[in-house]
């Protein structure tokens, strides 16, 4: 537990007048932030120490000229670790890269701590922070998403002392690591689109804590499975010719232990380890002792979870494999912002609720988009068990990074990647999105992948997408496709995912950032609406791509952001927008399904073929053409040639993908079945993409026979409805989705053809 904070000046003077700004919307938890010592937990749960003093809370600030010195005075109040453009911080103003931002506060050592040194750590602090204790500086960072700390036992006067911060964060401006952050109005206002507030200053939990002068700075704990052990590297300060010793140790009983140099790796037995996984996170305790002889000079508590994650073959397929199995991961988009706090959750519990969250819809796996959580929110994730990728922020859109920022960037993407290399959640590092900010997406995922071997590596999320190129390498082949969920198709090197699908729209009254302004991919038009097509995109997943080489999906996302209005839940975090036992059942078949999937659906390429209708009392139709639409008809023995002709199709290779199919008209060869507004009809191959595309169908296994999905429009299906022939979508809004019989009605049994 803390240590508590001692002595005169420990708070500002101020701090009784103090008060919150009003929130834009008010989640759960906005009313029950503490004013002194908001964000009390400890803050390092995979490196803990009984022994330490939370420095959150209100500071004195000011904000200068960004080329100013340290102010005379410090005229308001702020409430760390909330930044300046929050209403939680009770500064709640726009900042900009003109500005500097000054923290001040005092404290008192508790006269336990004597004899040990003092390290301030900071959990992130955006972007460019100084440190002065008692008017010497103590250290200078840079870095938006890392943790960083300094000995400040020099600076220590016995007394009162003294702390002053300065941050200098230029957001999109600037050539650093933003992510979504752009400098915009702090109030609600139209506008914005994907990109959101920006969080300028400290925005982590601030604390104090006593260390001996030999101590540990960080354990890297790596499950083997094969070796049935912990593999264990001890990270020190002032350790040199120091052993560590680790200790596994699971309900109070010693599992293994090992004793070695600091620095180099311990392998720790963990003989028929309990797997950890999103069924069953099951966490060890570890306990790390600093020795110096036999004498215990610095122990430090963590936790780990046995799991491992690799990609293999998997009935022929390329697939990401959990302890060796393959199971289908499905998550969403989790961009981690809040209306009252931005960057910062507002308690703990708020944290972990966006997780909960995922668990309770059913979700194994979350993206983390674009920004790097606090330590605690990887711990829920570990406890919880969810399945993480691991976004390193992007530099700004539409830029070519300079030298200098390359050079930052790739300096702070391995700082997050040693911060929380020990997280058995963590599966997957994504270099990059999008192509923002993107250079040597080769090189950089090769070396990512050398520097953390234990995980898989994302070159490029979205490489279809947007001006980004593909590197070619990495783990995964990754895709964005709106609404989706698209056809990915792995390749023999790299396993298919789809980085994000979804984005469907529904504004919930009340609840929005600014009313009326709220934007999606695709507007639903009621609860029910959106319910029927997200849980109708899942289906979609769990019949067609995921037969078909898919291994894990991203839905946009868990809830609505500022403008954006495609979240599961209201940016307030007050309305689950969809049916949460559905969307989990929806979610839990798509994962059965992956441990026994079903061979791919094979249609019989280069050769002729009839498809029959399959919807009761209709068994006698076949799909044909007629002056060029698509019908069914009666076809028999007696029917005439040209009704047997324009009743036959030709199985060839999808036009626009390799792993669907086209189907050429038996006497009209050159011409094939596509959809156009809707309307299924034959016509000619004009050679563009769009016609390739609206005449590529996917095969998916149907109750007696084949249902054949649109290549570009997946989730739709060919259907027949009085006789026409349409593309149809599970719960849409036109006449031909009608919901009466639509899966009879999209399932077509091939049969030999009516004219060889």
Same mark, same amino acid.
């Given at each position: 537990?803390?240590? @508590?904070?001692?002595?005169? *000046?420990?708070?500002?003077?101020?701090?009784?007048?103090?008060?919150?700004?009003?929130?834009?919307?008010?989640?759960?938890?906005?009313?029950?932030?503490?004013?002194?010592?908001?964000?009390?937990?400890?803050?390092?749960?995979?490196?803990?120490?009984?022994?330490?003093?939370?420095?959150?809370?209100?500071?004195?600030?000011?904000?200068?000229?960004?080329?100013?010195?340290? +102010?005379?005075?410090? +005229?308001?109040?702020?409430?760390?670790?909330?930044?300046?453009? =929050?209403?939680?911080?009770?500064?709640?103003?726009?900042?900009?890269?003109?500005?500097?931002?000054?923290?001040?506060?005092?404290?008192?050592?508790?006269?336990?701590?004597?004899?040990?040194?003092?390290?301030?750590?900071?959990?992130?602090?955006?972007?460019?922070?100084?440190?002065?204790?008692?008017?010497?500086?103590?250290?200078?960072?840079?870095?938006?998403?890392?943790?960083? $700390?300094?000995?400040?036992?020099?600076?220590?006067?016995?007394?009162?002392?003294?702390?002053?911060?300065?941050?200098?964060?230029?957001?999109?401006?600037?050539?650093?690591?933003?992510?979504?952050?752009?400098?915009?109005?702090?109030?609600?206002?139209?506008?914005?689109?994907?990109?959101?507030?920006?969080?300028?200053?400290?925005?982590?939990?601030?604390?104090?804590?006593?260390?001996?002068?030999?101590?540990?700075?960080?354990?890297?704990?790596?499950?083997?499975?094969?070796?049935?052990?912990?593999?264990?590297?001890?990270?020190?300060?002032?350790?040199?010719?120091?052993?560590?010793?680790?200790?596994?140790?699971?309900?109070?009983?010693?599992?293994?232990?090992?004793?070695?140099?600091?620095?180099?790796?311990?392998?720790?037995?963990?003989?028929? @380890?309990?797997?950890?996984?999103?069924?069953?996170?099951?966490?060890?305790?570890?306990?790390?002792?600093?020795?110096?002889?036999?004498?215990?000079?610095?122990?430090?508590?963590?936790?780990?979870?046995?799991?491992?994650? $690799?990609?293999?073959?998997?009935?022929?397929?390329?697939?990401?494999?959990?302890?060796?199995?393959?199971?289908?991961?499905?998550?969403?988009?989790?961009?981690?912002?809040?209306?009252?706090?931005?960057?910062?959750?507002?308690?703990?519990?708020?944290?972990?609720?966006?997780?909960?969250?995922?668990?309770?819809?059913?979700?194994?796996?979350?993206?983390?988009?674009?920004?790097?959580?606090?330590?605690?929110?990887?711990?829920?994730?570990?406890?919880?068990?969810?399945?993480?990728?691991? /976004?390193?922020?992007?530099?700004?859109?539409?830029?070519?990074?300079?030298?200098?920022?390359?050079?930052?960037?790739?300096?702070?993407?391995?700082?997050?990647?040693?911060?929380?290399?020990?997280?058995?959640?963590?599966?997957?590092?994504?270099?990059?999105?999008?192509?923002?900010?993107?250079?040597?997406?080769?090189?950089?995922? /090769?070396?990512?992948?050398?520097?953390?071997?234990?995980?898989?590596?994302?070159?490029?999320?979205?490489?279809?997408?947007?001006?980004?190129?593909?590197?070619?390498?990495? /783990?995964?082949?990754?895709?964005?496709?709106?609404?989706?969920?698209?056809?990915?198709?792995?390749?023999?090197?790299?396993?298919?995912?789809? *980085?994000?699908?979804?984005?469907?729209?529904?504004?919930?009254?009340?609840?929005?950032?600014?009313?009326?302004?709220?934007?999606?991919?695709?507007?639903?038009?009621?609860?029910?609406?959106?319910?029927?097509?997200?849980?109708?995109?899942?289906?979609?997943?769990?019949?067609?791509?995921? +037969?078909?080489?898919? =291994? $894990?999906?991203?839905?946009?996302?868990?809830?609505?952001?500022?403008?954006?209005?495609?979240?599961?839940?209201?940016?307030?975090?007050?309305?689950?927008?969809?049916?949460?036992?559905?969307?989990?059942?929806?979610?839990?078949?798509?994962?059965?399904?992956?441990?026994?999937?079903?061979?791919?659906?094979?249609?019989?390429?280069?050769?002729?073929?009839?498809?029959?209708?399959?919807?009761?009392?209709?068994?006698?139709?076949?799909?044909?053409?007629?002056?060029?639409?698509?019908?069914?008809?009666?076809?028999?023995?007696?029917?005439?040639?040209?009704?047997?002709?324009?009743?036959?199709?030709?199985?060839?290779?999808?036009?626009?993908?390799?792993?669907?199919?086209?189907?050429?008209?038996?006497?009209?060869?050159?011409?094939?079945?596509?959809?156009?507004?809707?309307?299924?009809?034959?016509? $000619? /191959?004009? *050679?563009?993409?769009?016609?390739? @595309?609206? @005449?590529?169908?996917?095969?998916?296994?149907?109750? *007696?026979?084949?249902?054949?999905?649109?290549?570009?429009?997946?989730?739709?299906?060919?259907?027949?409805?009085? =006789?026409?022939?349409?593309?149809?979508?599970?719960?849409?809004?036109?006449?031909?989705?009608?919901?009466?019989?639509?899966?009879?009605?999209?399932?077509?049994?091939?049969?030999?053809?009516?004219?060889?």
């Amino acid at each position: 537990m803390s240590t @508590a904070l001692v002595g005169i *000046g420990s708070v500002p003077a101020g701090a009784a007048s103090w008060a919150p700004k009003p929130s834009p919307m008010t989640t759960p938890w906005t009313g029950q932030v503490p004013v002194d010592k908001p964000l009390p937990e400890y803050p390092r749960p995979q490196l803990t120490r009984p022994d330490w003093a939370n420095l959150n809370g209100i500071w004195d600030f000011a904000v200068t000229g960004r080329d100013a010195g340290q +102010p005379s005075s410090f +005229p308001d109040q702020i409430r760390v670790p909330f930044v300046a453009e =929050s209403a939680l911080s009770g500064i709640q103003r726009k900042i900009t890269e003109n500005d500097k931002l000054w923290y001040k506060r005092t404290f008192t050592v508790p006269a336990d701590w004597n004899g040990r040194r003092v390290e301030l750590n900071f959990g992130a602090s955006d972007w460019q922070t100084t440190v002065w204790v008692n008017g010497t500086q103590a250290g200078a960072h840079k870095g938006g998403y890392d943790s960083f $700390a300094y000995d400040i036992t020099p600076q220590l006067n016995g007394g009162t002392n003294t702390v002053v911060v300065s941050v200098y964060d230029p957001t999109q401006t600037g050539g650093q690591a933003v992510g979504k952050q752009r400098i915009n109005d702090v109030q609600p206002h139209s506008g914005g689109g994907i990109f959101y507030t920006a969080a300028s200053g400290i925005w982590q939990t601030v604390w104090l804590e006593p260390v001996a002068t030999a101590h540990i700075t960080r354990l890297d704990m790596t499950p083997d499975l094969g070796a049935g052990a912990l593999r264990v590297k001890v990270q020190g300060a002032s350790a040199a010719g120091r052993s560590a010793r680790i200790t596994v140790s699971s309900g109070g009983n010693v599992v293994g232990t090992a004793t070695g140099n600091v620095g180099s790796e311990l392998s720790v037995p963990v003989p028929n @380890a309990h797997l950890w996984s999103p069924e069953d996170p099951f966490l060890y305790d570890v306990k790390a002792e600093l020795l110096d002889g036999s004498a215990v000079t610095d122990s430090a508590g963590s936790y780990a979870g046995m799991r491992s994650i $690799a990609v293999a073959k998997v009935d022929g397929v390329l697939r990401p494999v959990l302890n060796g199995k393959f199971v289908f991961q499905t998550g969403t988009l989790d961009q981690g912002y809040w209306p009252d706090g931005i960057y910062t959750a507002p308690t703990d519990a708020a944290l972990k609720s966006d997780l909960q969250a995922h668990k309770d819809l059913g979700f194994n796996m979350v993206r983390k988009h674009i920004k790097v959580e606090p330590q605690r929110w990887f711990y829920w994730a570990d406890k919880l068990g969810l399945l993480v990728w691991q /976004d390193m922020p992007a530099m700004d859109t539409g830029k070519s990074p300079d030298a200098a920022a390359r050079t930052q960037w790739e300096a702070e993407y391995h700082a997050v990647i040693d911060q929380h290399r020990s997280s058995p959640a963590l599966v997957m590092w994504v270099d990059q999105n999008e192509g923002w900010g993107q250079y040597d997406q080769a090189r950089i995922a /090769d070396e990512v992948k050398a520097y953390d071997p234990s995980r898989l590596v994302n070159n490029m999320s979205g490489v279809n997408c947007c001006g980004s190129v593909d590197g070619g390498n990495g /783990d995964v082949i990754d895709n964005h496709v709106y609404v989706g969920p698209g056809n990915t198709a792995p390749t023999a090197t790299r396993a298919a995912v789809l *980085g994000e699908f979804g984005g469907l729209g529904y504004k919930v009254p009340g609840h929005e950032w600014f009313p009326g302004g709220g934007f999606s991919y695709e507007d639903q038009a009621s609860v029910a609406a959106l319910n029927n097509r997200f849980v109708g995109l899942l289906d979609s997943i769990r019949v067609g791509q995921l +037969p078909a080489g898919l =291994s $894990a999906s991203v839905y946009t996302e868990i809830t609505d952001v500022e403008n954006e209005a495609n979240g599961l839940l209201t940016y307030d975090r007050q309305v689950v927008k969809v049916d949460v036992a559905r969307v989990k059942a929806a979610n839990q078949a798509l994962i059965n399904a992956s441990k026994n999937p079903a061979p791919p659906v094979a249609l019989p390429t280069g050769q002729y073929t009839s498809l029959r209708v399959t919807t009761p009392e209709y068994t006698d139709r076949y799909l044909r053409h007629q002056d060029s639409l698509a019908f069914t008809a009666v076809v028999d023995g007696a029917s005439d040639g040209l009704l047997k002709s324009d009743s036959t199709w030709k199985v060839v290779t999808g036009l626009a993908n390799g792993n669907c199919y086209s189907l050429e008209s038996r006497n009209y060869p050159g011409e094939y079945l596509r959809h156009q507004n809707f309307r299924v009809r034959r016509d $000619a /191959d004009d *050679g563009s993409a769009l016609f390739k @595309a609206d @005449a590529t169908w996917c095969a998916v296994a149907g109750t *007696g026979g084949v249902r054949l999905s649109s290549a570009n429009l997946p989730g739709s299906y060919l259907r027949h409805i009085d =006789s026409e022939v349409w593309l149809a979508m599970p719960g849409g809004t036109h006449t031909w989705d009608n919901p009466a019989t639509f899966t009879e009605d999209t399932t077509w049994a091939v049969e030999a053809p009516w004219a060889p």
